[in-house]
């Protein structure tokens, strides 16, 4: 028997572990959003809380009630808009709009009152996506700030058949624009050409996810076949892997990040790590204290 010694890289794609069919719901003042996941106690997706998907397809919807202001606390929420836009305002005096391209990343920290209204684009429609990552301990009670990032300055990579928008963290060396994150995440959006394919270094223990929201493709390890609008949770492994399918390119948000792994209670816009701190919101909006 003739002994080999076969040197491997050991490395593994991440298998797609479920996919989450996305619900609609209503937020705000009656806007209709394509739900994935939410925030809950069991925090599975740790660092992820939520991610929303705009879609107003249909401009005989009538007028978009938006959110009209509302407080946040203990968590950092991600606007991300692909056509129209949002228009801002919030405690700190802010005021802008957030047009089809540009993200804006805000730190609600302690408390931050905000105002989110979306428009329509000149084509009659709104896409964009809100995503909420959470703060670790140490972190909810930090001063809000915001990070607002122009389409412009929002780095283009094209490699092998893919283009990727990097938000935040690095893809060939190109690191986005939105750092000091607390959770490092890593979001971008993904186009591969028809047939190509993509592969992304995730450290292990990380949370991956993949919002699928155009064409089809597979995914992960087992090259789980997906079709537009579909949220992917992947498995641990050392990749991220994705391949466009052979007539139609894919388009999806690529979501990683270091899960921080404590204990959370959310309630309604405020996520925090114990229910006598969810208290302490009410308290300090009730007292003229939430915003100082
Ligand atoms: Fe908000």
């Known amino acids: 028997m003739r002994s080999t010694i076969i040197m491997t890289m050991d490395t593994t794609s991440r298998p797609v572990k479920h996919t989450i069919t996305p619900q609609m719901v ?46 946040h606390r203990g968590i950092e929420t991600v606007t991300y808009m692909l056509e129209g836009s949002v228009r801002h305002r919030d405690s700190l005096g802010n005021v802008g709009l957030i047009g089809a391209g540009d993200v804006q990343w805000m730190t609600a920290g302690r408390g931050i009152m905000h105002e989110e209204m979306p428009r329509r684009g000149p084509s009659g429609l709104i896409k964009g996506f809100q995503l909420w990552v959470n703060l670790p301990a140490a972190q909810k009670m930090s001063p809000p700030r915001y990070q607002e990032v122009k389409e412009n300055e929002i780095s283009v990579v094209k490699k092998d058949g893919a283009t990727v928008r990097v938000v935040a963290g690095e893809f060939a060396g190109v690191r986005g624009p939105v750092t000091d994150i607390a959770a490092q995440p890593l979001y971008m959006d993904v186009t591969l050409d028809a047939g190509a394919t993509f592969s992304l270094p995730t450290p292990r223990g990380h949370t991956v996810v993949a919002y699928v929201f155009e064409g089809a493709g597979l995914f992960g390890k087992d090259a789980t076949n ?47 790590n114990t229910e006598a701190e969810i208290y302490q919101a009410f308290e300090d909006l009730r007292t003229g204290n939430f915003v100082k």
């Open 26 to 71: 209503i937020e705000g003042a009656g806007v209709k959003l394509r739900r994935s996941f939410g925030p809950t106690r069991s925090n599975p997706l740790d660092p992820f809380l939520l991610f929303d998907n705009f879609a107003f397809n249909n401009p005989q919807e009538g007028p978009i009630a938006g959110f009209p202001t509302h407080p």
């Open 226 to 272: 997906t079709e537009a609008v579909k949220m992917l949770v992947f498995g641990d492994g050392d990749s991220f892997t994705a391949q466009a399918s052979p007539s139609q390119p894919v388009r999806f948000m690529l979501m990683a990040g270091a899960p921080f792994k404590e204990a959370i209670v959310p309630y309604g816009p405020f996520v925090m």
